[in-house]
């Protein structure tokens, strides 16, 4: 779905007086005061390297009669005019101080709507002379560019509202040398600036003794860019940036800026139209609608350095492993980050999950996308608090002892005209071919993963995620729809790589970088593809080369897309019709170990027409809720993570809608059905502690030695038997019916190594609401040969059931 531009509108919260006229009692509109009208330039010649001398050759040139200060020679046409439209590459070369090469030195300030400006040093104070267009200059009698400020003096306060001044006195922001070193821009050019959220973007600092805040943007084919906020009345006239040559990058230190202030970038394209762009690296943004960045300082002290220390003591793919997919603007609908973590650790600790994974948090400006349409990638969506607060939330499920995963969107992104598309008026983050541009199934754009500094920015967006947000895994979404050059594309759509095939290069290069660079840099993070297609080595490292002859994307797990669609396929038949479908259960052990995989039931199989996990199930009410627990049952015993929505844990009826969330009055004790949802509750926490206690479960999810059929073809009789091993080879015997009979004495062929079989867990039992049938407390293995086995046991099946057994 996509994401429909908001409007444009900057929202204007109390307003600084450093960039802007103030208010007149008059009739003048707010940032639109009278000007003074332009006077005459006085003619000037260029010295060398820029300089520019009075009429008579000296530095200088005709005395203000009324402050006694020397005019400066007038600016070029050419260059005023650039300057003037934000065309300008260097601002700072023809505003700011500099020595003139005949003695003094020249000041020149833009302040449009000023009615005067003076320059203050330590032992002068000059007016300058009005050059008009908001232009004031003056050549002061000095030997060498000295420390000032500006005197700015505005039309007066409008009557009694005391919001603006007469006078301000400020920095100028063109007397700094660039505040982005050298290193930075090297990295940069490269491609390789793994941190690049701390060298783009805005950033508070202190600056040759002052503090204030640097922007840079990435706009290679601009004509000039300009800041623009509410703190100039979103009138970018006096702050244009500076290009940093070839990098690309446009600079410029705001003196004062800080904290809170809102901003946008004025861009003017090649063919010399303005935009206002959000920034791309804005690290906090408005609460959508609105549209603008926020200058954001992260205080947040974390406290959850014990989780960080033992987070990585084991792969993913070998630790237990089960996650609570959640939404989290409805989970709780109207919560902000720090109630939510009140609740969420809390109930996700009930339920024993180890994991949370919260569908994508960047900012994002259409809340039905659910967060996949994303304009802000480096900064958490505003909509429930600050980047503070969102670090509050993850902090407190890690000292829950919850890790929290979060879903990661570098596969496209919509097409609102302040955003990235055609950022600086020229396909840039986008490809410029269009039919690799545009993404046919969402009406978005696709990345172009081939130039080097969106690569780079994607890279790097990953890893800010993981470092300053202290997240524990990334879930790329659609990442076949990188991989695929044809993906949802007709012949003559697409054109092949360079070697003939469909795949994306660029794409796999990309994603074997991320990955890596996540790795290295990030001990203990995981990241999960969601990848529907059987593309070779998901989860090969990167320098493992497969038979398709590229090396491992280098993903730590991968959804298995496949299970979903068999499994929940077979779930739905009649169980008389479910012997003929036998082969959709069985059929993911053939290639269960071929990746690293996480099973899902997420919010994609319980949205649009799909029905809730519940509600696939066929049958009466009794038997829909028999079907759903022993179907977690199969799915917590099976090969592979678990992963369930919100709202399946208790057996919701309705589909997800992101206006209202999980429907918790079902759980509600005052709700007459009640005890039928919560029994399906407690059955999932039950789960999760056998699970996470149970090493056979989760150690040896990826080794085929961890996994045995006892039998995998009774067709007939709707039942799957299976052990599953740890290390040690200590079993675990899962046995589930899929039939809504009993069978009494079910021979099983066991490993006859041990005395006894005990139940460890039965989704038939009362207090889940399932029927209650029950087999002996112990099962002694009888010498009888079954299944290949010397030894058998004989357990009574519940109806529509799964039952784990555990050796004495």
């Not at 010649?45 to 005395?63: I, M």
């Not at 199930?617 to 992963?643: I, T, V």
């Not at 079993?731 to 009993?742: D, H, T």
């Amino acid at each position: 779905m996509t994401a429909r531009p908001p409007s444009d509108t900057p929202s204007e919260p109390e307003v600084s007086a450093r960039f802007r006229p103030a208010k007149a009692s008059g009739s003048v509109p707010v940032g639109k005061p009278g000007k003074q009208p332009p006077r005459k330039p006085v003619p000037a010649r260029r010295g060398p390297a820029g300089d520019a001398a009075g009429p008579s050759g000296a530095a200088g040139g005709a005395s203000n009669g009324a402050t006694g200060t020397p005019h400066a020679p007038a600016l070029d046409d050419g260059d005023r005019g650039r300057l003037l439209r934000g065309e300008h590459h260097d601002p700072h070369g023809l505003l700011g101080a500099h020595p003139l090469s005949g003695g003094g030195v020249l000041v020149r300030a833009l302040r449009p709507y000023a009615l005067a400006v003076t320059v203050v040093t330590d032992g002068l104070t000059a007016e300058l002379n009005d050059d008009g267009d908001g232009l004031f200059s003056g050549v002061l009698p000095l030997t060498a560019v000295p420390a000032y400020t500006l005197r700015v003096r505005y039309s007066g306060p409008a009557a009694g509202d005391g919001t603006a001044e007469d006078v301000v006195e400020v920095q100028d922001p063109y007397r700094f040398l660039p505040s982005l070193g050298d290193l930075d821009l090297h990295l940069i050019a490269e491609g390789r600036h793994e941190q690049l959220w701390k060298a783009l973007g805005s950033t508070v600092m202190e600056h040759e003794g002052v503090t204030g805040t640097r922007f840079t943007v990435w706009a290679p084919n601009a004509r000039g860019v300009r800041v623009s906020g509410a703190f100039n009345y979103w009138d970018g006239t006096a702050l244009p940036m500076r290009s940093l040559g070839s990098s690309g990058v446009w600079e410029l230190f705001v003196p004062e800026a800080g904290e809170g202030d809102v901003y946008k970038y004025d861009i003017c394209t090649p063919e010399g139209h303005h935009s206002l762009r959000a920034d791309p690296m804005a690290r906090r943004t408005e609460v959508p609608p609105a549209t603008a960045s926020i200058v954001t300082v992260s205080t947040y002290a974390w406290r959850d350095e014990e989780w960080l220390a033992r987070r990585g003591e084991r792969p993913a793919h070998t630790a237990p492993f089960s996650v609570y997919e959640l939404h989290l603007a409805s989970w709780r609908p109207g919560l902000s980050y720090r109630q939510l973590a009140e609740q969420l650790p809390a109930y996700v600790t009930e339920l024993g999950f180890t994991h949370v994974e919260l569908m994508p948090v960047a900012e994002h400006p259409f809340g039905g996308s659910w967060g996949y349409q994303v304009t802000g990638f480096y900064a958490p969506t505003s909509r429930m608090g600050t980047p503070d607060d969102f670090r509050f939330l993850v902090d407190a499920l890690h000292r829950a002892g919850i890790g929290v995963l979060v879903d990661w969107v570098p596969a496209h992104f919509p097409k609102d005209e302040w955003a990235l598309a055609h950022f600086d008026g020229r396909p840039l983050y986008e490809p410029g071919d269009t039919t690799k541009a545009e993404h046919p199934d969402w009406g978005t754009l696709t990345f172009d993963y081939g130039r080097t500094e969106v690569r780079n920015f994607l890279v790097a967006n990953a890893v800010y995620w993981c470092e300053e947000f202290h997240i524990d895994g990334l879930r790329v979404d659609a990442v076949a729809s990188m991989l695929y050059l044809d993906y949802s594309r007709e012949a003559g759509q697409w054109t092949p790589n360079e070697y003939g095939g469909r795949e994306n290069l660029d794409a796999v290069r990309f994603l074997q970088e991320m990955n890596a660079t996540v790795y290295r840099r990030c001990p203990g993070v995981v990241t999960i593809a969601e990848e529907s297609t059987a593309w070779d080595g998901v989860t090969r490292a990167t320098h493992h080369t497969g038979p398709g002859g590229f090396g491992g994307l280098g993903f730590g797990l991968k959804w298995n897309m496949g299970w979903m669609h068999d499994s929940l396929q077979y779930m739905a038949k009649e169980p008389v019709h479910r012997r003929y479908h036998h082969d959709e259960m069985t059929f993911s052990m053939v290639y269960a170990y071929s990746e690293n995989y996480v099973l899902p039931i997420s919010h994609d199989e319980v949205v649009h027409g799909k029905g809730a996990l519940v509600s696939k199930m066929p049958g009466d009410w009794w038997q829909q809720r028999a079907n759903h627990r022993a179907y977690l049952g199969f799915m917590w015993a099976h090969p592979g993570k678990q992963l369930l929505f919100m709202g399946q844990e208790f057996a919701q009826g309705a589909e997800w809608s992101e206006s209202h969330g999980p429907d918790w009055w079902l759980v509600d004790p005052s709700y007459p059905a009640a005890d039928d949802h919560r029994g399906v509750r407690d059955l999932v926490a039950e789960l999760n502690a056998v699970y996470r206690d149970t090493p056979a479960l989760w150690e040896r999810d990826t080794e085929p030695e961890g996994f045995a059929w006892v039998d995998g073809g009774a067709a007939e009789d709707n039942v799957f038997a299976f052990l599953r091993y740890d290390r040690s080879g200590a079993p675990l015997l899962a046995v589930s019916n899929f039939a809504p009979v009993v069978r009494e004495g079910y021979r099983l062929g066991v490993p006859d190594a041990y005395e006894g079989w005990t139940e460890v867990l039965n989704t038939d039992a009362g207090r889940y609401g399932g029927s209650d049938v029950r087999t002996v407390e112990v099962l002694k293995p009888e010498p009888v040969p079954s299944h290949g086995r010397e030894a058998s046991v004989c357990p009574t099946l519940p109806p529509l059931s799964t039952v784990w057994f555990r050796p004495v």
